[in-house]
Structure formats: C-alpha cells, structure tokens
C-alpha cells in the first residue's frame, strides 16, 4: 500500500498537468473574431430599423461582404457610406469618389470622400441606426480616422445610435511617434495622437467621446460589438486588403513606418503591384543595386510618382517585421539614411516637387521631424522630443481600451 501511495500521487499530478495543458492549448486555438463575424450579438437589435452602413471590402462577415450578409439575414440597409476608395474599393488612393447605386444590390451609395466628408441631416433623416465596419491600420495617417469622427459628428447632432462593429488592429502592438500637434490638423492627422495609436476602431471612437473632440464637445452614442479573444499584443493577418496600395500583411506593418516618404521625393512604390514595400528616386542610381519602375495602374495609382522612371533604393519586401513587433517603434533609420543617400537636400521634402498626398509636416504632425532630420540629428535625439506628450497620450489612452 505504502508503494501504491507515491505512485498514485505521481499519476494524478501528470494527470492534472495534461488537462491544464488541454486546457492552456484550447485557450490559445481560439481563433480571433472580428464584431462583425458575431452575427447573434447584434442582427436581433438590427431587426426592423432602417439601418445605414460604413463599409468598403474590408468589411466581412467571412468570406462574404458584409452588407451582403445583412441584407441576406433580412437587415434592413436603406443606405450605404463609402470612405476613400469607394464602397466596392475600386477608387485609386486620394481620388475623388461620387455618389451612385451599386449595381449588385441597388442600394444607394453616398460617398464621404467627395462633395461632402460628413453624412448630412439629409441624408440621415429615414436611418434609424447606423453601422460602422471598416478595417483600420493603426496608424494616424489613414483617412478612415477622419471618417469615423465625421460620421459619429453627424449621428450625435442627428440623434443617431451608431454601432460598431469593431476588428483588430494589425499593428496594435505599437504606440510610438510625435503627437499630433493640431496646427496641422487635416484629414490624414486628425486628432492630438501619436503615428501609430495602437488601438481597435471601437477603442478609438470611446476616445474621441471621452477627450471631447467633435465639435461643441457633443458626444455619440455607440454601442461596440468587440473582438472576441484578442489582446494588442496578438498579431493579426487581415483576410482582406484595406485598401489598394496596402495589398499585403508586408506593406500594412511597414505603413506606420513609410507613410512618411508621402511627403518627401521618395516613391513608396505606388504604380507596382508592392506599395509600401520599397522605397527609390532615380537619383539614387549608382548608390542602391535594387530597381523598380512605376507604371499607371488602374484602380491602384493612375499618375504615381516618377511614373515610366526607373528608381533606385530600398527593397523591404523581405524585411523582418517582427523587428519592428519586438521594438513597437516606428522605423526611423530608412527616412535617415534615405536622406542622407539623396544627393538634393533641397528637393528631399519639397511638397510641390514630390506631387505626393500630404506634406511632410501634417504626415509627420510636428515641424521639428524635418528639420531634424536634416540637422543631423540622432534617431534618440528625434524620439526624446517627443516626450512628454507620447508617454501623456500612453496614459490617457489606457482609460479607453477595451481589449489586454
């Protein structure tokens, strides 16, 4: 009995050990679930209202978009919002995008990347509730930003619920660069946040209620459906491009990063099918092996810069990302040795040279990245200016986090 004893405890803790790690292994397997894909937490309380969506292709629920979906369990969508690049997301980067009726449902599709950025009272007068399901990237630059606060501007001053159906950040891991400094407020810097915010779209919208910041002060009421099983630090594969030129789990990591060559006379590879992927000017020639050529691409970038050129420069395609997961900062190193490598300083951040989307100032949200840059300065010089107000922002944004 004596010998039975030990062994029986022996057994009992391997078998406690192999369900805890039963258990431990269930926990990771589950599989993150974007608001969307949660169907029964919210197509009961969308039954029998008139109800208008803020969608493009990255609005799913599986493999199927979203309002299609809807419209098939018998939800009422009487109208649809399209955000840059359209509701179908055939519009170029930046082009301006009209009003129409999508040929596959027959739903009218009011664009808020046109004549007007703001659903008008108008246009909200037969909705009940409106949906917002887009797919963010983190990063302050995207213009679905500025989207998400006109459009909870426009249902708090019309008395309209929004709901929303929140997704995963792909870089959610990162809160890093100047905040914004509101001078150069516009529509790719918004709102007093760093480059990379590193927070989900329903987090976001409980901010920009919290701070205050639509006009007047006015608040939204919005009713989240959240991620379930997700924290920041998980990384997330979008199943769906967010928009043309981020075509790539390679270019939406990196998109914090080089969006910044927007505002300067480098291409970020607009006109390949590999956008912010590589970087080159054909000044470059003779200082960097790799080539690419922009060519016009419909849909993509019609008129991208140095188009039918050959540039020279930086090829990230196989660059480790999971560099920029264990720093969770901002890439500085390729703005400075691009600018060092540039043989015209002057022409390096000239707006009106680049022919680029936004200058280099409201990309950046501070005057003083510029002008370190070219001073010389060093990347731990460039990052302590940009404290206090990046640790501030850290400790603000806790208040309204919704997910670890």
């Known amino acids: 009995m004596k010998k039975l ?10 078998l406690g050990g192999l369900l805890s790690l039963t258990v431990s292994v269930r926990a990771i397997a589950r599989p993150i679930l974007p608001g969307a894909d949660q169907t029964e937490k919210y197509i009961p309380y969308l039954k029998g209202k008139r109800v208008a969506m803020v969608v493009n292709p990255s609005s799913r629920i599986g493999e199927k978009a979203s309002v299609d979906s809807l419209l098939a369990l018998g939800v009422n969508i009487v109208k649809v919002f399209g955000p840059e690049h359209g509701f179908r997301g055939d ?19 009011l664009s808020l990347y046109g004549k007007t950025g703001k659903p008008s009272p108008e246009s909200l007068a037969d909705v009940d509730l409106v949906v917002y399901d887009l797919q963010d990237v983190g990063a302050r630059y995207y213009t679905y930003l500025a989207t998400l606060h006109r459009v909870m501007e426009a249902c708090a001053e019309n008395n309209k619920e929004l709901m929303i159906l929140d997704r995963p950040n792909p870089n959610g ?51 989240i459906i959240k991620v379930a099983n997700y924290k920041h630090s998980m990384l997330y594969t979008l199943p769906v491009h967010p928009s043309p030129n981020l075509n790539t789990q390679q270019s939406i990591m990196l998109y914090p990063s080089l969006c910044l060559f927007e505002g300067t006379i480098i291409s970020q590879g607009r006109g390949t099918y590999f956008p912010f992927t590589v970087l080159g000017n054909p000044d470059l020639k003779g200082k960097y092996d790799f080539s690419f050529t922009p060519v016009s691409l419909n849909g993509m970038s019609e008129t991208p810069l140095f188009q039918d050129e050959t540039c020279y ?10 560099k920029l997961v ?10 400075i040795e691009l600018y060092k490598a540039y043989p015209y ?16 100032d409201k990309l950046a949200g501070t005057t003083d990245l510029k002008e370190q840059i070219i001073a010389g300065k060093t990347e731990a010089e460039i990052r302590a200016s940009w404290e206090p107000k990046l640790t501030e922002f850290k400790k603000m944004r806790k208040q309204y986090l919704l997910y670890p």
């Open 5 to 14: 004893l030990p062994r029986f405890f022996i057994a009992l803790f391997l």
């Open 91 to 109: 519009a170029s980067n930046g082009a301006h995008v009209d009003d129409s009726i999508d040929p596959k449902t027959g739903i009218k599709v």
């Open 345 to 360: 300083k002057e022409k390096f951040f000239d707006f009106k040279q680049s022919k680029q989307i936004g200058n280099f």
């Open 173 to 223: 891991y990162m809160v890093d660069g100047p905040v914004l400094d509101m001078k150069l407020k516009s529509g790719i810097g918004f709102h007093p946040v760093p480059i990379a915010h590193g927070m989900t779209v329903g987090e976001y919208a409980q901010m920009i209620n919290g701070q205050g910041w639509m006009a007047n002060g006015i608040k939204c009421q919005i009713r």
């Open 326 to 335: 264990k720093s969770k900062k901002v890439n500085l190193s390729w703005l």
């Open 313 to 322: 420069g930086l090829d990230l395609r196989n660059y480790d990302v999971q």
